[in-house]
């Protein structure tokens, strides 16, 4: 009876128009889902690294892959084309996953490193690196990781007030965010114009040059904080429900909680570091993924899935939808995601809950 019970509450139905409905197991959908979101990935890497003025077919890319490609094709491929796509599903992977980590803890849709001021203090970091110190490309990625802890730890502590809540959190990060935005104008204007150039260009968020000296760093960073995040995804379900009734359930709230948050932090500057600020990915992609998914909890890896996803397209669109005139991908994300968070702002308030 209770082996009946569980399989029967493990299977949802889907209903269509004229009283038609089609039973489906939702791990069995997840499961598929993840397996298309992954099989849609490789297919629009392979599209964009054969894209471009040196076009070269699906078919070219993996011979090129395997090594069996001219010289041309190995050097567009493996040094041009390769990293940049590399870059850009690390970098949506991890902003995704990030988002989702902060979206759960603060659980409000709105909790995303975009509102709560991390992008910014990455961004000052970095802005202080280029115009006080004049420093190189890894002294910029230096100062936008270091500049992201700074204003992790400052946040949390600023909404500490015994434990942290998930609306105090995202209001504290909003003021952080609007006060680094003034900073970042200040230091703006204090500038040259040759490092306020440096600098436009930088904060505007771009995959264009990326290399494989962004994507081993950021690899590693990945291979190390991916699984200790997902190692947490249990509790962080729970701490969904509420830190009493989590603390009933014997995970331990704040320091889980103190766990997470240092880990989307670094995943948050390590992204930064290596692609600048690429705003409202970490912001959507955890809400589209539930939305996909239509399952509970905070769905992490397929928030980091969605993350790379959003990001390999919109990179495609920057690099192919405006004709020869190709635009940083954080533009389109912005643009995108500018749109996304007027419609989840309306739909929120429809529902109450702002």
């Known amino acids: ?41 490789v297919a629009v890497v392979l599209v964009l690294v054969g894209g471009g003025d040196f076009p070269m077919s699906p078919g070219d890319v993996v ?25 850009a599903l690390l970098v949506g992977a991890a902003l995704g996953l990030s ?31 280029i115009v006080v110190f004049r420093g190189n490309s890894w002294t910029i990625a230096l100062g936008a990781l270091v500049g992201c802890l700074i204003t992790g730890v400052l946040v949390y502590l600023l909404a500490w007030k015994r434990g942290v809540h998930g609306y105090r959190l995202v209001l504290v990060g909003i003021a952080a965010s609007a006060m680094l935005t003034a900073v970042m104008q ?7 114009l040759a490092d306020a150039t440096e600098a436009m ?11 494989w000296e962004q994507v081993w760093p950021l690899a590693a960073v990945c291979v190390v904080l991916v699984p200790l995040v997902l190692r947490h995804g249990r509790s962080l379900r729970m701490m969904e429900m509420g830190d009493d009734a989590a603390h009933a359930l014997g995970v331990p709230v704040e320091r889980t909680r103190v766990a997470l948050i240092v880990l989307s932090v670094l995943l948050m500057g ?3 570091a290596a692609a600048g600020p690429i705003i409202f990915v970490a912001l959507s992609a955890p809400q589209v993924a539930r939305r996909l998914t239509r399952a509970p909890g905070p769905n992490l890896v397929a928030s980091a899935l969605m993350g790379s996803a959003l990001l390999i397209v919109a990179d495609w669109a920057a690099q192919s939808a405006f004709g020869e005139r190709q635009l940083p991908v954080g533009v ?3 643009v995108v995601g500018g749109c996304y968070l007027l419609w989840l702002l309306v739909t929120e308030r429809k529902a109450g809950r702002i």
Do not use: C, H
Request: aromatic fraction near 6%; hydrophobic fraction near 50%; charged fraction near 15%.
């Open 332 to 334: 389109v994300t912005g």
């Open 99 to 129: 988002g989702a980590v902060f979206q759960s803890v603060s659980r409000n849709p709105l909790g995303s490193p975009d509102m709560l001021g991390f992008s910014q203090g990455a961004m000052v970091g970095a802005l202080v690196m």
């Open 270 to 272: 390590a992204a930064t």
């Open 63 to 87: 011979q090129t892959l395997l090594g069996n490609g001219a010289m041309a094709q190995e050097f567009i491929v493996l040094d041009v084309r390769l990293p940049r796509v590399l870059t």
């Open 186 to 192: 200040y230091l703006l204007t204090k500038a040259n």
């Open 201 to 211: 260009v930088w904060l505007t968020g771009s995959l264009d040059g990326r290399g």
């Open 1 to 41: 009876m209770d082996k009946r019970a569980s399989t029967r509450s493990k299977r949802r139905a889907l209903r269509f128009g004229g009283g038609l409905s089609v039973r489906y197991d939702a791990r069995a959908a997840l499961f598929a889902l993840l397996i298309g979101g992954v099989a849609l990935a």
